[in-house]
């Protein structure tokens, strides 16, 4: 909506109201509309103020206000406004729109306050409203504001202040210069005239006006009588804020301040005043001050004098003798704090007033002033416990503690009622006003004024003059240091020198003021904030005074004001760590917990507070301490470039803050628990979660965030890595202060020490005081020193940090201050320990690090470093004294050495004479340290002896002669450089050498063993490489040859060391370094090796070893016997290497070679079995060597082989005595054996080779011999032999196994001796006896029997195969060979189950098959050839025959009750039949064999063939429990069981058991048909012979069953028969039936001699009776047997009960293989048929008919 259309509605609202009363006003009003809405919208209408209808627009204006209605005047007033606004209005209608308003204005309020819009509307819309106009309207807001209505009057005075500085602003806005006619003249108060524009004529009248009606005088152009004087002011106030700019440009305004406003100021302030007068008066006259120092500097002179005075209670009355009220002084201290924010305005004002000599000295008396301010009431501010630190509270007194209790009382009381009390301290929540006092305007009298709110102001006013200073130099410090991009290490820069700067320069000047200002305000300054440091004060005003020392701590150093810096710096000191805490912290104990109940009452609190003797907490720093450290630490740290000496101050600070923060913690430890009240004097609340979740963790100062000690220790840390930013004058004043500090503090503690030993020393002495000052300082003493020195530590840190410095730049600057001190301190022998190894420690990790860093410097550089680091690194390790102190600082020199070497060994240009100089120092004894000087000059450093350079004049020590203990240490540290130096053999010359061989012979002989051996084994080792490689060149070959020997010689010293591993290691290096080096030796050289080195060693050893007692500790013989064993095993590898190439060529190689057998042969007789293993490995590793000699090689090869092989058939000798074969204990071992067979095995095949020839049978039969005797030797050890051979036996079988069978008699020597070994198994009753282990039975032995079985297992199927190889060689046969095969093949095919297991982890074959498959392997081609060997006796061939049919017979009987049957087991036995019908019941029937031999083996076929025997239980009463009628005692069953066992067959229901096997019985039996029957045509002469010989057996067992059978039928009546006897009986009968007799075989076995009629039948009998010739005739039939059992026959076919049963069609199944139900005929038989049958055949036989 526009402007123009709120004017019409303006006007209708108008007309509306006016309608019926006021006529005219409704009509001009319609009349002012009609013309709005007829030309609103024609071309060219405006509404200008000169235009033609401005006059019918303002009518009802006019009118509406004439009305006197207030409505109408209220609506009148609004169109007005809106004309005005639409700049309608003209100007020669102002003065009646005045007037009107004038005539309105007491209508009420409603019309006042439109007429005050209209009025502002008006005047800031006519900018040519001047003069009387202007001031006709002023007038109107004058008298409105003069108003007892309050919104009227303050409506009124705000209108009227901005139309007042609307005045102000024209003049501003109007800059376009006034022609001549508008200016007018006026006199100014000083006389002069001058013209002003309109606009600045106004504002000329109206300020001279208001100055005026304040001081109570008549004004010039406005027409009031007068103004209140609080509004005058208020007035000049808003004039003097907006527009103190336009009072600097426009003199003559200016002159009003000087003329009316200054004095009125003074006289207000001067005389006795209303709080608002002297309040407003206040703020102008601050205004003055601030905004027109410069121009009025007089009177801001004296106004600020006024202030200051009031401040400091100086000017305490008014002018007419009446007392100040407080808040005067309060409101001149607000004012002085706005002033003091100002820096600016603070410079200008020390450059008017103090500046000169002779000045007022403005500054300095503000600062006095503030300065009393805040000390005059120290009972008020209070006392901070916090800046005391933390436990150092004494308090012992009841009393003290009965007040603690009171004061918790009194806080329980109070927080519970709610009343609000508050401790001495300064707060800014409870010392600050809502609203400063000066701002308080709407105050009629003064407000309440916290007490101590007057001394916040002070503080504030002290920051404020602080931060200006920061603010201004600090930029400006920054502006004359930049820091430039890319400009390599920022360095740290010094103070800022003024005095040679140009003056010219605007910031110089500047700063030079400043200087000033701090020069004459530090002490004030100071003192002050200090005084309030230690006040109570809240953690705002804390951080705020903290932050002004810090900025006046910065700012005095930046401008190189030394002693300002140095007191801020001093206090910051004091403020962070109280002397107190540090005093306290060494005599703190923490208190002990009762071990009674964990809590504690209020009276038992109050008992332990007052009998406490200690502080409940350690002694520690509080946060404001804490913080006042940072401050501290940045602080110097900013000006880390300019302290110079005064580094000494802040790092004494620093000592003792890391002392307290990490000697004992800060943090606080359990106490007893109190109640809460009495905690809280004693301890420092801390924060917990409820305080962070509350915001008050959030809300604290950032000065007090991050006071941990972690923060802090690190905030130091930063502040020793600034030392990089600084440049070397600086660093070295940093260095020196650091050096001065721990000198002080060691001289501290000598002094301790000397007061304790020298009580009586003057308490004014030097030392005395010098610690009493240093005590004074918070650094304390105990009986128990410090850990460790604050400062020796951060030397050895900033030296890391520097090492550059230390390097590059000049020694003084850094190096000499440094390692000097180090280097006293650790050779100080009065210092405390802890202190000497601090020093050491830090001057070690400094050295250590200056070699690495020293790289690409130019060659002499790099030396010059290395000397002077090794000259300084010598000066620790040979310090004097036999102290622990002085041997750890040696050692731990020697490790930095190490360090050094292990990095840049290879980067020495110098100092090895000094390095080994340093390593042999440890081998000498050390002495005890003089008590002398602090430090020991190196001249006074004892010589070190000449290192011996031959061996001869060094013995071996014992382990007895070692007593240096305390040089252990230094040995093992000073050993590894050596090891490093040995790694750089390539640096030194040849007399360095020699002195690295003489110093690693002295290492040889420390008590340290593993440094002895590695000296021994691996550097002498090195050493002798580095020769041997220096011997290449031909012109130093002699030089080093001479060396190399000389480190022979040096080894073989320590080669008789008493300890073992010394001797060990330095036989292994002198042997490798022959090996390494052997082939360049000439052959005189080697010469003197063998007899000078080698064969010497071994008598030396020997020789040793001897002198030791038999008695002695076993491992002390162990030890001599493994020298022994290294020496003969390098030995053996010499002369593996070197035999061929070089040993060989000797000229007495022959004495050479049977002194080294000789020496061999003795260690075998006469040493322990450890050496006899390696005695003989030696000489089968030098036997190899020979490999396949030729030529004269060959000839030697030969006499070196009989040469051994008699020392080896002595040995064998010695070892088959029976002396020597004690069961068990034998002396020699497995090792042994298998050492000394090896060495036959390679002498055999060397001695074959250089023979050309195998040995002769006499030898080979003595070598055979001696290898049974070793078999079957007692080992001391046992080695398990059931799986695999031993190696023992492995080895023995290999030489058996090479001999050549072509030698005759070889064959039967293998094969007997093979036979022999079979039976070893089961006859040896060699056993390793071993003491039991039970604690019961101390004589409980136990034994572990040899067994022989992976022997056994391994010779059977050999001696099967050998046996086929040489069948048909006949002195087997003639010499007991094949006897002797076939008892070893018997022994376990007789014991069969009860062998021995053929294995523990395997599935081996068990012994009796291998044994069996080997015999039948040995049956099939030793039958058909015994009894044709012509040259072998009927008696050999009887043997023969006999001892195979005893293998028989022990397979057939063998116990097998102990196995189940198995149907492999089967399989196996009917092999082992078939074998038998086939390959030996053919020649078993030879005429050579005996007929016995063949009777005999029926008969065990016999007896094989049992299927069952009778049985009876325990009581001899039948199993099956049925009684027999005419067997009524035990008595009788014994007889008739008895009878049964004798052959004689009789009735019994006794039971029968199934013997094992039943199957195998049938085969034997089957078997025993075979032979008796003429199934096999071949051999016929033979089969009759046996059939003859062994019918009688066949007989006699079918009679027995078929008779059995009959007799028990009887018995058993309707009783079931047993199973097995009926199938018996039915295959005999059956057999029985198919059985065919050779003619006349029965005959022939019923004669005098079977083996004769056999096959030579003589003529029938001759007898004439029939029954004599009846039966000879049926005895010559094939079936002759049916004749012999007729009887049998016919009772089984007429018993009362037949014996029945399905069987297979053939009976027994012959073949196990064969049984599958599937393809198996059953057929059913029956023994009455079967009898039946057979006597029908019988029948046929006779030839009858049917």
């Excluded at 009381?413 to 701002?439: F, N, R, W, Y």
């Excluded at 004097?681 to 959030?698: E, F, N, V, W, Y």
């Excluded at 030097?766 to 951060?794: C, E, Y």
């Amino acid at each position: 909506m526009s402007s123009l259309t709120l004017l019409v509605s303006e006007l209708q609202a108008l007309a509306t109201e006016t309608r019926r009363r006021y006529p005219d006003v409704r009509e001009a009003a319609d009349k002012a509309i009609a013309v709005l809405r007829a030309n609103s919208g024609a071309e060219g209408f405006s509404l200008s103020v000169e235009g033609p209808y401005s006059d019918e627009l303002l009518r009802p204006v006019f009118l509406g206000c004439v009305s006197k209605n207030v409505k109408v005047i209220s609506l009148s007033l609004g169109a007005l406004q809106r004309l005005i606004a639409l700049k309608s209005v003209p100007q020669r209608a102002l003065p009646h729109v005045l007037g009107t308003m004038g005539e309105v204005m007491s209508q009420g309020v409603d019309i006042q306050l439109r007429i005050l819009q209209v009025l502002l509307s008006l005047v800031t819309n006519f900018l040519n409203m001047h003069g009387m106009v202007l001031g006709d309207a002023l007038l109107l807001c004058f008298r409105l504001q003069e108003s007892r209505i309050a919104v009227v009057s303050s409506t009124a005075a705000a209108t009227l202040r901005q139309l007042v500085m609307f005045i102000f602003e024209k003049v501003v806005i109007d800059t376009a210069p006034a022609p001549a006619e508008e200016l007018q003249s006026v006199r100014l108060p000083d006389g002069t005239v001058a013209q002003l524009k309109p606009s600045e004529l106004d504002a000329y009248c109206v300020f001279e006006d208001l100055c005026l009606l304040a001081n109570m005088e008549p004004p010039r152009s406005l027409r009031l009588e007068s103004l209140p004087k609080t509004f005058s002011l208020e007035l000049i106030e808003s004039v003097l804020t907006n527009y103190h700019g336009l009072f600097h440009q426009r003199p003559e305004i200016l002159l009003l301040l000087r003329h009316h406003l200054s004095p009125l100021l003074l006289k207000s302030l001067s005389e006795k005043a209303a709080f608002p007068l002297s309040l407003r008066s206040t703020r102008v006259v601050f205004i003055l001050l601030k905004q027109f120092s410069d121009k009025l500097a007089t009177e801001s002179e004296v106004f600020a004098m006024m202030l200051i005075k009031l401040i400091s209670g100086e000017e305490t009355a008014t002018s007419d003798g009446s007392r100040r009220p407080s808040w005067m002084r309060v409101l001149a201290t607000e004012v002085i704090r706005g002033l003091c924010g100002d820096a600016d305005l603070m410079r200008r004002y020390w450059q008017s007033y103090d500046s000169e000599a002779d000045g007022s000295r403005v500054f300095a008396s503000m600062i006095t002033a503030l300065k009393r301010l805040v000390t005059e009431r120290p009972g008020l501010l209070g006392t901070s416990q916090q800046m005391q630190g933390l436990g150092v509270q004494e308090s012992n007194k009841l009393e003290h503690v009965a007040g603690m209790v009171a004061n918790a009382a009194t806080t329980t009381v109070s927080g519970a009622l709610g009343i609000h009390s508050t401790a001495p301290g300064l707060s800014l929540e409870s010392c600050m006003m809502k609203l400063q006092c000066i701002d308080q305007l709407d105050k009629a009298d003064a407000p309440m004024i916290p007490e101590g709110y007057i001394y916040v102001l002070g503080l504030q006013c002290l920051v404020s003059i602080a931060d200006g200073f920061a603010s201004s130099v600090l930029p400006a410090f920054a502006t004359f240091n930049p820091k430039l991009p890319n400009s390599g290490p920022t360095r740290l820069p010094s103070a800022l020198d003024l005095d040679n700067s140009d003056p010219s320069n605007p910031l110089v000047a500047q700063l030079r003021v400043e200087r000033r200002m701090i020069e004459d305000g530090w002490p004030g300054l100071l003192a002050a904030l200090s005084f309030l440091m230690g006040t109570n004060l809240s953690d705002d005003l804390f951080s705020g005074t903290l932050a002004a020392l810090q900025a006046l701590t910065n700012v005095s150093g930046v401008l190189g004001l030394h002693t300002p810096r140095d007191a801020f710096l001093s206090s910051l000191s004091k403020l962070a760590i109280p002397a107190r805490v540090v005093s306290k912290l060494d005599s703190w104990v923490e208190p002990v917990t009762p071990r009674g109940g964990s809590g504690m009452g209020v009276v038992d609190g109050i008992a332990a507070l007052a009998g406490a003797s200690v502080s409940t907490q350690p002694p520690s720093l509080s946060d404001r301490n804490i913080a006042c450290l940072k401050v501290l630490i940045y602080s110097a740290t900013f000006l880390g470039g300019s302290l110079g000496p005064s580094w000494f101050n802040v790092l004494e600070a620093l000592q003792n803050a890391d002392y307290v923060l990490t000697g004992k913690g800060t943090r606080l430890t359990t106490t007893h628990k109190l109640p809460s009240a009495l905690l809280t004097a004693s301890r420092q609340p801390t924060l917990s979660m409820d305080h962070i979740k509350s915001g008050q963790l959030l809300d604290r100062p950032m000065v007090l965030m991050d006071v941990e000690p972690e923060h802090v220790l690190a905030a130091i840390q930063g502040l020793f890595e600034s030392t990089r930013d600084m440049d070397d004058v600086a660093f070295h004043h940093f260095a020196v202060a650091l050096c001065k500090l721990s000198a002080e503090m060691i001289e501290m503690q000598v002094s301790a020490d000397m007061d304790e030993t020298n009580p009586d020393e003057a308490p004014g002495s030097p030392t005395v005081a010098f610690a009493h000052r240093r005590r004074m300082s918070g650094i304390q003493l105990t009986r128990t020193p410090r850990s460790g020195d604050f400062s020796v530590s951060k030397l050895g840190a900033i030296s890391l940090l520097n090492i550059h410095r230390m390097i590059y730049a000049d020694g003084e600057v850094a190096w000499n201050p440094i390692t000097s001190h180090l280097v006293t301190i650790l050779r100080h022998h009065l210092a405390p320990s802890s202190l000497r190894l601090q020093a050491s420690q830090n001057l070690d990790n400094v050295l250590v690090v200056i070699p690495k860093a020293s790289t690409g410097l130019e060659p002499e550089h790099i030396k010059q470093v290395q000397q002077r680091t090794l000259d300084v690194l010598a000066l620790q390790v040979l310090t004097e004294g036999g102290s622990p102190t002085v041997a750890d600082i040696r050692r731990m020199g020697l490790e930095t050495l190490h360090q050094i070497l292990q990095t840049g060994s290879h980067t020495l240009l110098v100092g090895w004479e000094v390095i080994l100089e340093m390593l042999s120092s440890v081998c000498r004894p050390t002495t005890s340290a003089p008590m002398s000087a602090r430090l020991v000059s190196q001249e006074s450093l004892p010589n070190t002896p000449t290192v011996p350079t031959t061996p001869h004049t060094r013995g071996t020590p014992l382990l007895a002669t070692f007593t240096e203990k305390p040089n252990v240490p230094l040995i093992r540290s000073a050993f590894q450089s050596l090891t490093l130096v040995c790694d750089t053999l390539v640096s030194l010359s040849s007399e360095q050498l020699k002195l690295c061989i003489s110093t690693l012979g002295l290492f040889g002989r420390q008590l340290d063993t593993n440094i002895a051996l590695t000296a021994a084994e691996s550097l002498l080792w090195s050493v002798s490489d580095s020769i041997q490689m220096r011997r290449k060149d031909p012109q130093n070959e002699g030089q080093y040859n001479d060396l190399w020997m000389y480190l022979l010689a040096e080894l073989l010293v320590l080669c008789t060391d008493a300890r073992p591993e010394v001797r060990g290691g330095s036989i292994q290096t002198l042997f490798r370094t022959m090996q390494l080096y052997g082939l360049t030796l000439s052959l005189d050289m080697w010469h003197q090796c063998m007899w000078k080195i080698i064969f010497p060693l071994l008598d030396s050893l020997r020789n040793a070893a001897s002198l030791l007692s038999p008695d002695g500790e076993q491992s002390t013989l162990s030890a001599w016997d493994e020298s022994k064993i290294l020496a003969l095993q390098s030995i053996g590898t010499i002369f593996n290497d070197f035999l061929i190439s070089k040993l060989i060529q000797l000229e007495d190689f022959d004495k050479v070679w049977d002194t080294f057998v000789q020496h061999v042969q003795t260690s075998v007789l006469e040493d322990s079995n450890s050496i006899t293993t390696v005695a003989f490995r030696s000489i089968e590793k030098s036997l190899k060597s020979f490999r396949e000699p030729a030529g004269i090689n060959k000839n030697i090869a030969d006499r070196s082989c009989e040469s051994l092989w008699r020392s080896w058939e002595t040995i064998g000798s010695q070892i088959a005595l029976p002396n020597n074969r004690t069961p068990g204990h034998g002396r020699y071992t497995q090792d042994n054996l298998v050492a000394l067979v090896d060495v036959v095995k390679t002498l055999r095949t060397l001695s074959k080779y250089a023979k050309s020839s195998e040995w002769t049978i006499e030898r080979l039969e003595s070598l055979a011999g001696i290898l049974k005797a070793i078999m079957t030797y007692p080992c001391s050890d046992f080695r398990p032999d059931v799986d695999a051979l031993t190696p023992l036996q492995s080895n023995i079988l290999a030489i058996f196994e090479s001999i050549d069978l072509l030698v005759p008699g070889a064959p039967s020597l293998l094969l007997g001796d093979l036979a022999h070994f079979v039976t070893l198994a089961f006859t040896s009753s060699s056993d390793l006896h071993e003491l039991s282990t039970s604690p019961r039975v101390n004589d409980n032995i136990k034994v572990k029997k040899v067994t022989y079985i992976a022997l056994c297992k391994r010779v059977m199927p050999l001696l099967a195969h050998l046996y086929s190889r040489f069948k048909n060689l006949a002195d087997i046969y003639g010499n007991g060979t094949v006897e002797a095969v076939l008892t070893a093949y018997s022994i376990p095919i007789k014991l069969k189950y009860n062998c021995p297991a053929p294995s523990k982890f395997g599935a081996d074959l068990p012994l009796w098959k291998l044994a069996s498959t080997s015999f039948i392997s040995v049956a099939k081609d030793c039958s058909p050839r015994i009894s044709e060997m012509k040259d072998a006796s009927d008696e050999r061939v009887a043997k023969i025959w006999r001892k195979l049919l005893e293998v028989i017979e022990g397979a057939l009987l063998a116990d097998c009750s102990s196995a189940a049957d198995d149907p492999i087991d089967e399989e196996f036995d009917h092999i082992f039949i078939a074998v038998i019908a086939t390959h030996i019941a053919a020649y078993l029937g030879h005429p050579r064999i005996p007929d016995d031999i063949i009777v005999g083996f029926g008969q065990v076929l016999q007896e094989a063939s049992k299927i069952h025997e009778i049985t009876a239980d325990s009581h001899g009463t039948p199993s099956n429990g049925d009684s027999i009628p005419h067997i009524s005692e035990d008595k009788e069953q014994v007889d008739e069981t008895n009878k049964l066992e004798s052959g004689q067959v009789i009735a019994t229901t006794v039971s029968t058991s199934i013997l094992p096997r039943e199957r195998f019985s049938y085969w034997c039996f089957d078997l025993l048909f075979l032979l008796c029957s003429d199934e096999a045509n071949d051999q016929e002469v033979n089969r009759r012979r046996v059939a003859a010989l062994c019918l009688q057996n066949l007989l006699s067992r079918v009679s027995q069953v078929l008779l059995s059978y009959c007799l028990d039928i009887e018995l058993y009546g309707d009783m079931p028969f047993p199973r097995a006897r009926e199938e018996e009986v039915l295959y005999v009968l059956n057999k029985l039936l198919s059985l065919k007799l050779w003619t006349g075989s029965l005959w022939a076995s019923r004669s005098e001699n079977p083996s004769n009629f056999s096959s030579n039948m003589p003529e029938l009998t001759k007898s004439t009776d029939p029954q004599e010739r009846a039966r000879d005739l049926a005895y010559r039939s094939q079936r002759a047997h049916l004749f012999y059992c007729y009887n049998l026959l016919i009772r089984v076919a007429t018993a009362a009960k037949s014996a029945t049963a399905w069987l297979p069609e053939k009976l027994i199944v012959a073949d196990p293989t064969v049984g599958s139900t599937e393809s198996t005929q059953y057929v059913h038989y029956d023994s009455r048929k079967l009898a039946t049958a057979c006597l029908q055949v019988l029948g046929q036989e006779m030839g009858l008919p049917w």
